[in-house]
Each structure stands twice: as C-alpha cells, then as structure tokens.
C-alpha cells in the first residue's frame, strides 16, 4: 500500500511537471490525453490525478497565483494605495497573459462553485489592495476585488493571440485603469 503511494505521488508531480510543459507550448488547448501521451502514462490515471482539464489547469498555475498572492501581502505593505493595486493588477495582466493557458483557466463556470478556483486566491489577494484604495480615494466604492480580476481576465482573453500579448493586456488594462481611477 504504501509504495502505492509513493507511485500515486510520483505519478502526480510526473503529470504536473508534463501539463506544465504541455500548456506553456499549446496553451489550455491541450488536451488530457496529450498530456497522458508525453508522461508516459494511461488517460485513466491522469483523470485519477485531474479529473478534467479545468482541475489540472488549476493546478498548473497554482505556483503563479500564490505568487501574486504573496505579491500582494507585500504591495499592501506600501504607502501608495492606488500604485500598489495597480502595480498588482499589472502583475497579473503580465502573468495571465505569459502563462498560456491562464486565463481560460481564471474563466469561472457554473462546475467551479463546488471547487476551489484559482479567481478565489486572486481575489482574496487584491481586496486588502482595492480596500486602502477605495479609502484614500483613489477607486470608488462599489468596484470589487472580483470586478478587477474579471476585467483583467476580459482582457488577456481578448489579446492572447495577438502578436505582443503581454504589451496588448497591458496598454488595454491602461486604458481601462484611466476609467477606473481618472
């Protein structure tokens, strides 16, 4: 049983480290059995590890979301309200649109109410940001953490097959900011 275990573990970082590779090459287009395929393994046990798409792209960009989170704590710890929220809603357009894959994987669906989803961590990460921004000012009460990170996910979207998608997310999120906080 436990070598079981120990295989189970293997088999799951072995996946994970193949998906990771799989999306940044192909992006969220790449599908369960491509990734089964190149880490040598059945389609079964991938759906053992990830029992759709939807949870492995999770998991692919886990790493990067805690490091917004983290970001986030710390940005939090400066003076400028607004250019710390800004400067963090700039990492995540940045991040979201190098890591291919990740904004399909932000995309909430009705399946996602009854799972952790990335967009909770986002979220929770940029609400103490929007908070001391909101009370100096520098945003109107009323835009929500979530507001935010689905205007930067609506925008990554939008320009990830353009031939600078990083430059294009973020001239637009520039755009959007100017009427967020003229």
Wanted: glycine residues 8%; negative net charge; proline residues 3%.
């Amino acid at each position: 049983m436990g070598g079981q275990r120990s295989d189970a573990q293997r088999n799951y970082a072995l996946i994970l480290d193949v998906a990771q590779q799989e999306v940044a090459a192909h992006g969220a287009e790449t599908s369960l059995e491509q990734i089964a395929r190149a880490a040598g393994v059945g389609s079964a046990t991938v759906r053992r590890h990830f029992p759709n798409k939807r949870a492995l792209l999770h998991a692919v960009f886990r790493e990067g979301v805690e490091a917004l989170h983290t970001r986030a704590l710390e940005l939090a710890e400066t003076e400028d309200a607004r250019g710390a929220l800004l400067e963090w809603l700039t990492a995540l357009a940045k991040y979201a649109a190098t890591a291919r894959g990740m904004a399909v994987a932000l995309v909430r669906d009705e399946t996602d109410a009854r799972q952790e989803h990335p967009c909770d961590r986002l979220i929770d990460a940029g609400e103490p940001l929007l908070r001391q921004a909101v009370d100096v000012g520098a945003v109107p009460a009323g835009v929500t953490s979530e507001d935010l990170v689905t205007l930067v996910t609506g925008i990554v979207l939008a320009t990830e097959h353009r031939r600078d998608p990083t430059a294009e997310a973020e001239r637009l999120l520039a755009i959007a900011v100017r009427g967020i906080s003229p």
